[in-house]
């Protein structure tokens, strides 16, 4: 992925993340931080693949920690956030 | 970045994956579909994560060719060991404490994208091509690292392990600081730049990680409570960029997307949650809220206010036609949501007519306290909006303030000098009868004296929320 075909992604992603929350109502706000926080966790692929290729014990166990750490944050994001979902059970659905 | 990446298989999962990961977040966005919005999201997640786990092995073996599969067992002991703690505190942790967890959950992603650029700074990778990546790398890991060691101080605040201490001459270590980062940033991008110095790249490297975590740590430190749900949903849009600008660095369209999406909707989500509160962002990073707020509480003088036995306010309730009860966080903390419904409902019994009024930033966060009320069983048709539920408090006979402080502070509306002036708040002071549920005579959690304490239709039921309102229940029960 060259120069421009990055910033040409970066830039229509921007546009779809600030779309996405654009009329959010507040009860969802903490949820949705929290589920936001969960997508990032997407962060874990990198950090398997920056250890698949770590030389060197220094690389391996910074390496190693950050695959750690970004499990926890896909697993713990996951978790919080599908918990504070299970209370929308709503009987009157509020926009 | 080896071929095997592009191979058509691995690039078709993480185009799948991204879109769920989109549509999912999407969902969350919309009460009727949030619930399984987060399921898209995680099947999305799931996908990423085991396509990339097949062709681990054959990236490996470019590296360690006769250690690949000890590798692989590696990667997998590694999400073992962050994957354990993180669902058992996710799922055992009470819903009070959510914003804690949250809080650590979205600092360990920002250490990750750190990790990331640091493997590939270790390794030269990041300085192979054109200036391009460095700068990306080392920009990522700045915004990672500085978020990762603030969510650890968010965390330890709210789990009130930590206070708000006053450091003396801390503007002063915070320029440092930043100066230091900055600099640091600059070596890191270039490391021939300060060839003079004689320090190796992994040297360099962990010294500028270290830094920037150390400036995170301290930017957040004098940052009061009240202001944390801000503080970390601003860490979760820089994260979200952070891992966008490691996925440029190790060429994966999913991070860049994902993470470039999160530091948008982070941003905005940060810009409105701080609106709700009435704050602006600027202020809850740079001001001295604190400060102001301490002085205001320090110029009171001692008035008194009209206690009342629990019986009697029980009883009040009961011979009254409406009540309108306000939760906060005191609420919250007690873990008493689930005796409050039950509470609820023998006054109902009783004919009472009993409302919830839910402030914007009732508990630590927005939106929180409709999650725990929901948790108790409380049906949503008898919680209402701030805007919903305001005009009713003068009809109401009795208004039960459980806990909450400076969401139902008339110096909000009527005190100019007072530093929550301006913030929305619900008007209990207008029923005819204002009982309050505190556990003692202090400030709130702002620090800022409350007027309605001291109203003359007002009584203060003293005792922590869960046993007053489990007397309140055996009161009931002899009515």
Known sequence: MTGFAALYIFLIAAIAGYEIVARVPVILHTPLMSGSNFVHGIVLVGAMLALAEARGPLEVSVGFAGVVMATGNAVGGYVSTERMLEMFHSKKEKA | ?479
């Open chain 2, 1 to 479: 970045m080896s071929h095997i990446l592009t191979a058509f298989p691995l690039q078709a999962s993480y185009f799948i994956a991204t879109l769920l990961l989109i549509l999912g977040l999407k969902r969350m966005s919309s009460p009727r579909t949030a619930r399984n919005g987060i399921v898209w999201a995680g099947v999305g997640m799931l996908i990423a994560v085991a396509v990339t786990l097949v062709y681990l092995p054959g990236i490996s073996n470019l590296v360690v060719p006769d250690g690949s599969a000890q590798r692989l067992l590696l990667i997998l002991f590694a999400v073992v060991v962050g994957a354990v703690p993180a669902w058992w505190t996710g799922r055992r942790v009470p819903l009070t404490e959510m914003p804690q967890m949250v809080a650590i959950y979205n600092g360990l992603g920002g250490g990750a994208a750190g990790a990331i650029a640091a493997v590939e700074m270790y390794s030269g990778r990041a300085y192979n091509g054109s200036l391009a990546f460095p700068i990306i790398a080392v920009i990522g890991a700045l915004f990672g690292a500085t978020a990762f060691g603030g969510s650890v101080v968010a965390f330890l605040k709210l789990q009130s392990w930590m206070g708000s201490p006053r450091i003396p001459g801390r503007h002063f270590i915070n320029g440092i600081l930043s100066l230091a980062a900055l600099a640091l940033t600059l070596a890191s991008i270039h490391p021939d730049w300060v060839s003079g110095l004689n320090l190796s790249v992994d040297a360099l490297v962990s010294i500028f990680l270290g830094v920037s975590l150390i400036l995170g740590f301290f930017v957040t430190l004098p940052i009061g409570g009240a202001d944390m749900p801000v503080v970390i949903s601003t860490y979760n849009a820089c994260i979200g960029l952070a891992v966008g600008f490691e996925g440029f660095v190790v060429q994966n369209p999913a991070m860049i997307i994902a993470g470039t999406i999160v530091g948008a909707a982070g941003s905005l989500l940060t810009v409105l949650m701080a609106r709700a509160m009435n704050r602006s962002f600027l202020n809850v990073w740079f001001s001295g809220f604190g400060d102001v707020a301490a002085a205001a509480a320090a110029g009171g003088e001692t008035r008194t206010m009209n206690a009342m036995e629990v019986r009697d306010a029980a009883a009040t309730m009961a011979y009254s036609e409406n009540v309108i009860i306000v939760p906060g966080y005191g609420l919250a903390v007690a873990q008493a949501q689930h005796k409050l419904w039950e509470l609820v409902q023998m006054l109902q019994a009783k004919g009472v007519k009993v409302k919830f009024a839910v402030h914007p930033v009732a508990g630590r966060m927005p939106g929180h306290m409709s999650v725990l009320l929901a948790e108790a069983g409380v049906p949503y048709d008898l919680i209402y909006d701030l805007e919903e539920i305001n005009s009713d408090f003068a009809n109401a006979d009795v208004a039960l303030v459980i806990g909450a402080n400076d969401v139902v502070n008339p110096a909000a509306r009527n005190d100019k000098s007072s530093p929550i002036y301006g913030m929305p708040i619900l008007n209990a002071d207008q029923a005819k009868q204002v009982l309050v549920i505190k556990r003692g005579k202090g400030a709130g959690f702002s620090g800022i004296e409350n007027e309605l304490f001291f109203g003359p239709n007002t009584h203060m039921v003293f005792g922590d929320a869960q046993g007053v309102i489990t007397q309140m229940i055996q009161a009931l029960k002899e009515v």
